[in-house]
């Protein structure tokens, strides 16, 4: 090793001291990342990963080029404001795959698909399937309209041209209650199938309705548990942690047995002769239902926030403005309510996000007019099978969370989060 | 708040209503939890009160749900699933959850609020989403409808709890102590398991206390993810409610009810812990 002639400081094996920090610095950066690392990759595997699939669902439009491969290649060259019907060659392509189609018995996935952008292809695929099967040659576009004259229309074919790209927004579309015309210009869905926008306005101002009683139910409570000895708002702060604590299923049953019309709250009302044994209220199954069970179980999540930022205003502040010849009211509007403003931020963003994603308690309360978004979206995935659309409902919910999310970073600051 | 001597007539009028508006807010909180566990003992299956029951009458209880719930096969399962999942879930991301905070509470930590951002993820996005994401995934990677399937999946929305409640124990940590052991002549693993790992046990308590609550209370996953060879508690509890509704579901939930009271009562202690070990005391 030369000796050093220059001024640098070197450490002990004679790396200048400079690169040798660099090097540490280096060194424990990547300590402290191989100790995220484990639950980075868990996280993006198991969690994170999942759902961007199952979001690419809401463009994913392949089921039409995988089943139709030779008709969705042969159409490209058709061009539709020029002739009326694709030439015998796309007619041929489209036998050859609906045969296959029909032996795989993949053909049943195309026509719910187009059945979603157009009612009746499911049936005129299924009918086709039966009838190509016994096509064994030209003229196959005569063949074709003979077993359905929908063959001979051009709409039937301009959808399966549209839909025959890798991508579609279609579900997207259809999701804001909206569809591509023929002519693929943006129209809007016809009345009776117009359900999402309703769904994602009620879904918005019932969690809004949601969101207020809890601050209103919240205010007055945080506000006597900041100001109490500690002695005694430790034993009340039970009360609203025990909620906290309980299972949400515990609390969901618990309503409906107060709200059922033959539960508790009725038979109080009944006994009481404020109604009549007929007369009994439908308190559940419906908004009402809904909203209730949901503020009861939002509530500590108001609460918590709320509290812990009362807990840090000084008491003097209300007396210096009562010293200062303040109303309490006064003193209270206008100098203790804004100190906490970042609670009430906090505290009604949490509950507005838990609310508008909210599954269980609507399933179970809301009966058919008290669901949100989320129903919509179990119901897509399990029962009527469109996934694309779950997932653009979805992908629309999760925007939506995501963009309240940020403001209550902006308020709050994820690292100051707390629980219990 | 005391009411000061000088007072106004319309101020104590005021500060008792106030008091009784809090009084029926509390109770709005805490009456259905109660509600259930008299009905509980229902000798009809009804969820209401009978005449037998208001006139006290002991013909009108009985604790047969109870027995119900503990003979029953397929409660029994639910019970030994819940546990099953709820303790693995709880393990990974204890130890997945308390890793990641201690890199991320680490000064030299790079991009550290993007990482945490999306390790809270699990926590911000509607259950729904999550859940429908895992059904289509976790059935494409072959683990759906089996045990290990629900438990990883209860094991991601699990580690945010964690991650949070040892990140917030990690903010009081002096960072000297570890470099101390190791001048001391300790190596990083006797430095963690001596020095670090009791100073943040209360935070990885509490957070794994939250991670099992989790898993243990979770039902929109495990009614997507699994199927019935893992259906828990919840689940159980959520098929009762829309298709037969019994009183044992009224049972089981007045036991779920002592379980919070008891995580409620471990909570407290650990806190009470936590501030006497930090020489804060509870004036």
Known sequence: MPTPTDDVMRTADGTPLKISLQRALVRSRLRALLLVLPLLAFVLVFFLFPIGHMLFRSVDNRIVGSVLPRTAVAIQDWDPDRAKLPDEAVFEALVRDIQAAFKDRTLGRVGRRLNYEKPGMSSLFRKSGRGAARITGAPYRDRMIAIDKRWGDSSTWRLIHRESGALTSAYFLAAADLKLSERGAIVRQPEPRRIYLTLFYRTLWMSGLITVLCLLLGYPVSYLLATLPLRISNLLMILVLLPFWTSLLVRTTAWIALLQTEGVLNDIMVFAGLLSEDGRLQMIHNKFGTVVAMVHILLPFMILPLYSVMKTIPPSLMRAARSLGATPFTAFVRVYMPNTVAGVGAGCIMVFILSIGYYITPALVGGRTGTFISNFIALHVGETLNWGLAAALGALLLGLVLALYLIYDRIVGVDNMKLG | MPLPIYASPLERAWHYTYRVICAVIFVFLIGPIFVIIPLSFNELPYFTFTPEMLSLDPAGYSTKWYREFFTEASWQDAVWNSLVIAVFATLISTVLGTLAALGLSRSEMPFKTAFMALLISPMIVPLIISATGMYF??????????????????????????????????????????????????NPVQTFFKVTMPLILPGVVSGALFAFITSFDEVVVVLFVGSVEQRTIPWKMFSGIREEIRPTILAVATLLVCVSILLLTTLELLRRRGERLRGVRAS
Request: aromatic share 8%; proline share 4%; charged share 0%.
């Open chain 2, 137 to 186: 995934f976790y059935a494409l990677i072959g683990i759906s409808s089996t045990h290990l399937g629900v438990i990883l999946a209860h094991a991601a929305l699990g580690t945010p709890f964690v991650l949070i409640t040892v990140t917030a124990t990690l903010a009081g940590f002096d960072h000297s102590l570890p470099q101390v052991a190791a001048t001391l002549g300790a």
